[in-house]
């Protein structure tokens, strides 16, 4: 089995999850940004796949296509891409993972992301 589903461009860690402090406790939530994102991701998933909630050992391949040509650090946008994903329930979890592999595309108007899931991770002695 191989999927290739097309994404919309995720926000940094920093938009999509926000912290404060109540009653000597960091809480953690979701921005709005990250609201908005987990809502696009679901409508592009089911669009493309239906709802497929995987729960076997994944491949991932993700390539990153950037808005502009600002300089990015790929790794901060992959947690909020997988954390939309599992609640989009492409996967049961994203510790299904076993192998992910993240590639930088070429920029494009709004930016975007191809996804591209496998079955089987690796098999490591």
Known sequence: MQIEI???WPPTINSYYGHRAIKRRIISYIKSA???YRKDVEEA????VGYMEIDEPLFVEVILYPP???RRDL???MKALLDACTHARLWEDDALIDQLHIYRG???AQGSVTLRLSLGGPVMP
Do not use: W
């Not at 998933?45 to 493309?48: D, L, P, T």
């Open 68 to 70: 502009d040509a600002r």
């Open 6 to 8: 097309h994404l919309p």
């Open 75 to 77: 790794d901060n946008y």
């Open 106 to 108: 070429r920029k494009k």
């Open 45 to 48: 998933i089911v669009e493309q």
């Open 34 to 36: 990250g609201k908005q």
